[in-house]
């Protein structure tokens, strides 16, 4: 029997989020055509995690491969396919959430209405890379780029760092594993979250992480709405000795301070 073409975990479930995001990790085989070109009333951003894919949004392709990441708006047309030789991986992050269900084998709810307008991407296309930024942490996607509904940010903890405060914010923000293994506190529970595996905290619910396991770890943070990017842009312009973008000094979202960091 032959393996399919597509295979998912979905992480982040719209019930969880309160319907505002949802996130699924997404397997696909060498060659997956990808569905027809369409658009939906919700954004997606795709992060390449392994292998390349091939993007269309709006008329513009590109290519993206690990650490790259395409972000198709709210009623913008798209699609994408692995038009390469080796299988590829991507994490799926939906603002506002529901097209999870997509991928649930009896889903509960309809997932949010799709409408197709145009063909496949055609087989030897070839696109525009998208650039992996630079810095550390890196900014993937902001708060000019999505109408502030959503960011994305890479970020590295080094081995045994002790991490922030205790914190809240009013806003949600979900960390997904890329490498390594974090201890989150979310409010008085804490877990730890390996590769593949996702932590969410929502907007006002005291929260922190640590980095426990004695190795270097590797997290996408995802803010909506969003703005908290602005923080890790200036954070990176510090570390380089630069200024930071003129984007990044807009106002940053308040951060209180409500207990202690992690213990070791």
Not at 5 to 14: A, D, F, G, N, P
Not at 49 to 75: I, M, N, S
Not at 129 to 145: H, T
Request: overall charge negative; glycine content about 10%; charged content about 20%.
């Amino acid at each position: 029997m032959p393996a399919p073409e597509i295979s998912s975990s979905v992480l982040l479930r719209s019930e969880e989020t309160g319907g505002r995001l949802a996130a699924i990790e997404i397997t696909v085989a060498a060659g997956w055509g990808g569905p027809p070109l369409h658009h939906h009333d919700f954004d997606e951003a795709f992060y390449v995690l392994a292998g390349e894919l091939t993007f269309q949004v709006a008329d513009e392709y590109a290519t993206a491969g690990p650490g790259a990441l395409a972000f198709a708006p709210r009623g913008v047309h798209h699609t994408l396919a692995n038009l390469s030789g080796a299988e590829a991986r991507y994490l799926l992050v939906c603002t506002p959430g529901g097209f999870e269900r997509r991928f649930d084998p009896a889903p509960s709810e309809p997932a949010p209405e799709t409408t197709f307008v145009g063909p496949r991407i055609a087989s030897g296309t070839r696109g525009t890379p998208l650039p992996v930024p630079d810095g550390r942490p890196k900014v993937l996607l902001r708060s000019e780029q999505t109408d502030g509904h959503v960011s994305l940010v890479d970020s590295v903890v080094p081995a045994d760092a002790t991490g922030p405060y205790l914190h809240t914010h009013d806003f949600d923000e979900a960390f997904y594993i890329v490498e390594g293994e974090l201890t989150f506190q979310v409010e008085d529970r804490l877990v730890t979250v390996a590769k593949g595996e996702i932590a969410f905290a929502p907007g006002g619910v005291p929260h922190t992480f640590t980095n426990r396991s004695g190795e270097p770890a590797r997290q996408v943070i995802v803010c909506t709405p969003a703005g908290f990017e602005r923080h890790f842009a200036r954070m990176a312009a510090k570390r380089a000795g630069a200024e930071p973008p003129e984007w990044a000094l807009q106002p940053i979202p308040e951060v209180t301070r409500v207990g202690p960091q992690i213990a070791s």
